[in-house]
């Protein structure tokens, strides 16, 4: 099937452009940009610069909140330690699979950002740990989530980027 009959059809309803999620983060963060430029002849650097930063700023996250369980716990922070790191790498596991949305984990952030600027529980420093681990979450989904969406649109809108990628992408027909 041709390119141009291939987007009708997509944007007509009729077929859908599925894109591994694993591959887009992996296109987004080790493929150079000046690679994907010569390749494409586009160079996506704010798309590459979001699904980067998602990709430091998870494990920043984390670590920060680890940090923050020991200043707040002292040695029972000992538990943020164990805990956080395995309930962050379940959900980075569960973050690749296509099902996975952002919705759920950006209401959580945004409700305990809430709690915590405006003071609304009095375990203030409790609230400020809590948000700084969903916000790892948050991130964790955002790298997966973004990095999808942009390569999606990223061969919808350019051909060569379809030809580059045609591989490591699955068509499907919807009738």
């Not at 694993?22 to 000046?34: E, G, K, L």
């Not at 699904?51 to 943020?80: K, R």
């Not at 490591?168 to 919807?174: A, D, G, N, P, W």
Request: aromatic share 18%; with cysteine.
């Amino acid at each position: 099937m041709n390119y141009d009959k291939l987007i009708e059809l997509e944007k007509n309803g009729k077929a859908l452009i599925g894109v591994d999620r694993v591959m887009a983060r992996q296109f987004y963060i080790h493929v150079p940009i000046d690679k994907i430029e010569k390749e494409t002849g586009e160079a996506p650097y704010i798309e590459k610069i979001i699904v980067f930063s998602a990709f430091v700023l998870g494990p920043l996250s984390l670590l920060s909140s680890i940090v923050l369980g020991f200043w707040i716990f002292n040695w029972w922070g000992i538990i943020s330690l164990i805990v956080f790191p395995i309930i962050y790498f379940w959900y980075f596991s569960t973050s690749v699979r296509g099902g996975a949305k952002m919705i759920w984990v950006s209401a959580e952030l945004i409700v305990l950002a809430c709690i915590y600027f405006f003071k609304i529980v009095d375990a203030h420093q409790v609230t400020g740990l809590l948000t700084a681990f969903v916000l790892s979450l948050w991130f964790v989904r955002l790298l997966y989530c973004s990095s999808t969406i942009f390569l999606r649109g990223f061969v919808i809108r350019n051909e060569r980027a379809y030809q580059y990628l045609s591989s490591y992408l699955e068509i499907k027909s919807i009738e």
